[in-house]
C-alpha cells in the first residue's frame, strides 16, 4: 500500500464521514422547516382573518388582556382571582387558586397558564376532564376572553 | 355537515406532519457504508489487504439498518427520521475501531482478548432490545404507571453489585454483577429507570414543588413532603456510588436529577443549588477520598508520576493525530490503557483527526438536539420530561467522557455511548434510543379525531 493510497483512502473517509453529518444537518433543516399545510377550509381562510388581528395587536398587548379569572357558574360563582404572569391552578385541593367546593372537580384540575401574549388551559389529569364547551380537552387550549371552561360543575371565563 | 364533519376537516386543515421514513432509508444507507468503509479502512492501513469479514461485518450493518428502519415504518411511522442513522454510523465506527485496536494490541502482544465479536454480539442484543421495545411499548404515557416501580428497580439495580455474590469488583469499582459469562453493569439501566422515575414522579408534583413552599435567598424551596421521596432515591443512589466509587455515574445522575428538576419546574434556582452541591461534593471528595484525589492529580498534572499515564498517552495520540488525522490503522492507539473502551475518543481522535472527532461529536450533538426538539414538540408532560432527561443524560455522559479524555475536567469512568466496548452500555443506549423514537411517534403522529367524545352525550369517566 503506497503512502499516497493511503491518504487517498484517510481523506475519502473523513469526506464521506462528514458528507453524511452534513445530509443528518440538512434532513434535520428540512424537518424543521419543511411541515406543510394542506389546502382547506381553515388555511383559505386563515389570511382573511389574520390581517385584521395583526393590526389590532399592538393596542391589544395592553388593553386587552384578561385581568381575572371568574367563576360563572357552580358552588363558587362570583368568585374570581387576578391573573398575573404566572400559572393559576384550579381544582378542591389547598394549593389551588380558587377551592372549588365541587364534588366533580378533582383535587389539582386544571391549570390556566400564559406564554405573555396568549392564555391557555390544560387539564391535569382530572377525573370528569376539563370541556371547551363539548369538546374534552387533551393538550393545553389556547382560550380568548369569554370562552367558557367547563370543570365537573363549574364554569369558569378569562374576563378583561 | 353534522359537527363531526366539521371537526375532521378542521383537523385536516392544519399543518401534516412528514414522516420522511424515505430520508432515513438515505441515511441509513450512507451510515451503513460508513461503518463498512471504516472496516475496510482498517484492514488496508494495517496489512494491506480488505479484511476477510467485511463481508460479514457488511452484512451484519445492512441487516441491522434495514431490520431497524422496517420495523421504525411499521410500529412508529411518524418517529424521527435522523435518530437511527445517527446511532447505526457511531455504532459501526465503534465496531471498526474496536477491531482496529484488537489487531493492534495482539501485535503488541498475542495473548491480549479480542473484543470486535463479543461487541457484535452485544449489539445484536442491543438492536433485540430496540425492537422489543419499540414494539411491545406502544404508547409511552403507560409507563407514568409504573413510575415507583421504576424508582425502586433503580434502586435494586444499584445495590445489586455490592451483593457478595452476583457483584464483581474491576479495577477498583465494584460496579458489575455476573451473569454467567458475561458481566453486566447494572448502572446504565438504573440510568433509564431513574429517568423514567423523576419524569413520573415530577410532572405530578411540579406545580407543587413550583408553587408551594417558602422563598429563601431568593429561592423558591419546596415543602418537604413533596420533595421527600425524589431525595430519598436521590440520596440512595448517590450513597450507592459512593461505596462503589463510581465518580461518572455520580456526577451524571446528580446532574440529570438537577437538570430534570430544572425542567419540570422551571426554577433556575435548582442549577444553582445543584453547583453549589457539587461543587461542595467534589471538594469533600478530594479530601476524603483517595481515588478522587488520584484522579485530579492525574487531571492538573499528568506529566508526572505514574497516576496520570493513560491521559498522557492519550493527549499524545491526539497530538499524533492533529487536524487530518494519521489514517485508519495508521496511528498507535493501542498504546493507551483501555484504548477500546474509556478512550475510544482518543483512539478516533488520533486516527481520524480533528476532522473526524468533530464530526463524531456533531453525530452526538445532533442526536441531543432531536432529543430535545421530542422534548418541546412532545403534547404530554410525562413524554416531554422523560425525552428531555434521556437527552440530558446522553449529553452529559458525551461531556463527561469526552471532557475527561482531552483534560477539560478531571478523568471519570463513562462509557462513551455506542463507541465503547461494554455491552450494558450498547444495550441500554440502544433501548433509550427506542423510548426517544416512540415518544416522538406520538409526538408527530397527526391527532386523534375528538369526534367520539363530541357526538357522545353520556360524560366519560376516566379513573386516575
Known sequence: MSELTLTLIKLGFLAVLWLFVLSAVSVVRSDIFGTKATAGPRTAARPAAAKPEKTRRPKRAGRGRPSHLHVVEGPNAGQSVPLGDGPVLLGRGTDAAIRLDDDYVSTRHARFATNGEQWFVEDLGSTNGTYLGSQRITSPVPIEPGVQVRLGKTIVELRK | ?464
Open chain 2, 1 to 464: 355537515m353534522s359537527v363531526r364533519d366539521t371537526a375532521r376537516n378542521q383537523r385536516d386543515a392544519s399543518w401534516v406532519p412528514r414522516k420522511r421514513r424515505g430520508a432515513e432509508l438515505v441515511l441509513t444507507m450512507m451510515a451503513v457504508v460508513i461503518g463498512v468503509a471504516a472496516y475496510a479502512a482498517v484492514g488496508l492501513g494495517t496489512e494491506g489487504t480488505i479484511p476477510a469479514d467485511t463481508f460479514k461485518l457488511g452484512g451484519f450493518l445492512a441487516v441491522v439498518a434495514v431490520a431497524t428502519t422496517l420495523l421504525v415504518r411499521r410500529v412508529a411511522p411518524y418517529a424521527d427520521p435522523v435518530l437511527l442513522p445517527l446511532v447505526i454510523a457511531l455504532n459501526g465506527l465503534g465496531l471498526a475501531m474496536i477491531y482496529r485496536l484488537d489487531v493492534g494490541r495482539q501485535a503488541l502482544d498475542p495473548d491480549r482478548a479480542a473484543f470486535a465479536n463479543g461487541q457484535l454480539v452485544w449489539t445484536t442484543l442491543g438492536v433485540v432490545a430496540f425492537a422489543v421495545t419499540l414494539t411491545l411499548l406502544r404508547d409511552h404515557r403507560r409507563l407514568q404507571a409504573f413510575t415507583y416501580s421504576f424508582g425502586l428497580a433503580a434502586i435494586v439495580l444499584l445495590v445489586l453489585p455490592l451483593l457478595p455474590v452476583v457483584g464483581r469488583e474491576i479495577n477498583g469499582a465494584r460496579i458489575w454483577i455476573n451473569l454467567g459469562p458475561f458481566s453486566f453493569q447494572p448502572g446504565e439501566a438504573a440510568k433509564v429507570c431513574l429517568a423514567i422515575f423523576f419524569a413520573g414522579y415530577l410532572v405530578v408534583k411540579r406545580d407543587a414543588l413550583a408553587l408551594a413552599g417558602r422563598r429563601f435567598l431568593g429561592i423558591d424551596l419546596p415543602r418537604g413532603r413533596d420533595l421527600g421521596p425524589i431525595l430519598v432515591a436521590w440520596l440512595i443512589s448517590i450513597g450507592v456510588l459512593v461505596l462503589q466509587k463510581d465518580l461518572g455515574s455520580s456526577v451524571l445522575f446528580f446532574g440529570l436529577f438537577v437538570v430534570m428538576l430544572y425542567i419540570a419546574t422551571e426554577r433556575p434556582g435548582w442549577l444553582v443549588v445543584g453547583a453549589l452541591l457539587v461543587t461542595a461534593g467534589v471538594t469533600l471528595g478530594y479530601w476524603q477520598f483517595g481515588h478522587v484525589r488520584t484522579r485530579f492529580d492525574a487531571w492538573l498534572d499528568p506529566f508526572t508520576g505514574d497516576a496520570g499515564y493513560q491521559v498522557k498517552t492519550g493527549l499524545f495520540g491526539l497530538a499524533h493525530g492533529g487536524i487530518l488525522g494519521t489514517g485508519w490503522g495508521q496511528g498507535s492507539p493501542q498504546t493507551t490503557p483501555y484504548s477500546f473502551s474509556d478512550y475510544i475518543i482518543a483512539s478516533l481522535g488520533e486516527e481520524l483527526g480533528l476532522t473526524g472527532l468533530m464530526a463524531i461529536l456533531l453525530i452526538y450533538g445532533l442526536i441531543v438536539e432531536r432529543g430535545l426538539r421530542i422534548a418541546l414538540t412532545c403534547r404530554d408532560g410525562f413524554g416531554k420530561l422523560l425525552a428531555a432527561g434521556l437527552a440530558v443524560s446522553f449529553a452529559l455522559q458525551v461531556f463527561v467522557v469526552v471532557g475527561g479524555v482531552t483534560r477539560l475536567i478531571p478523568l471519570t469512568g463513562l462509557t462513551t455511548p455506542f463507541l465503547a466496548q461494554g455491552g450494558s452500555s450498547i444495550v441500554l443506549n440502544w433501548l433509550i434510543i427506542a423510548l426517544l423514537l416512540r415518544i416522538s411517534d406520538q409526538t408527530r403522529r397527526p391527532a386523534p379525531s375528538p369526534a367520539s367524545l363530541a357526538s357522545s352525550d353520556t360524560q366519560v369517566v376516566r379513573l386516575p
